[in-house]
């Protein structure tokens, strides 16, 4: 038994979301979902996964099954609907918050590039969160793409997956020509915060804490710590696994 394993609530939520979890099978969905949540919270090698957990080639299967497929990708999308519902809330938003954070890559080789800003050379991570700090989208691309330039396929994203989507917020980076296209192109009101230039000291900026909360959250999570992924899709998949059992907390 492991901390990162479901209860039996949690697999309840999860299970009616997995295709097959009824049928029998050598290999109970139950456990290779608790080893793909054990690997993203430690950080282990796929050959590294504890014994008592499926072989790790098994479990390796059907992450990339889930991850080809976008079914990572729906069940996180429904349980934040559930988790929304259970907060007492509409079960779609309509404002959500945008950031990129730039993490170092490893020697595993992949798509990779410098951001001179933070000085980090490997990959961004652009999140779109609810008011709530749940992952609604998120594309991870070259840390030398500025988030200015990737972020109009995130609002295309957003628009065609979140219908009551009506208010974009971010921070200055976003600034631009991107209010303008958001508004004629997807009917999106992006509102750009900006920080207090006279106030020199970190503070807290009005909304945009939250998607900085979520990005903090990562630091629990080894596997997020950097990107230790040789593909993008994998990076992108790695980071609904964590989404996904942060909003199964709930339960």
Known sequence: MYATNLTDAQWQVMKDLLPGS??????????????LFYLVKTGCQWRMLPSDFPKWQIVYYYFKKWSELEIIDEINQAVIEKKRLFSGRSKYTSTVIIDCQSVKTTMLGGIRGYDGNKKINGRKRHLAVD???????CLVHSAKQHESKTAELLLRKLKEEQFALKKIIADGGYRGELIEIAHRKYQLQLEVIKRNEENKRFS????????????????????????????????????????????????
């Open 22 to 35: 009824n049928h029998k099978r050598k290999y109970p969905l139950r456990s290779i979902v608790n080893a």
């Open 204 to 251: 807290v900026q009005p909304i945009r804490w939250i998607v900085e909360r979520t990005i903090a959250w990562f630091n629990g999570y080894r596997r997020l710590s950097k990107d230790f992924e040789r593909f993008l899709e994998t990076s992108r998949a790695m980071i609904f696994l964590f989404s996904i059992r942060l909003s199964l907390n709930k339960f």
């Open 131 to 137: 008011t709530q700090g749940n992952i609604i989208e």
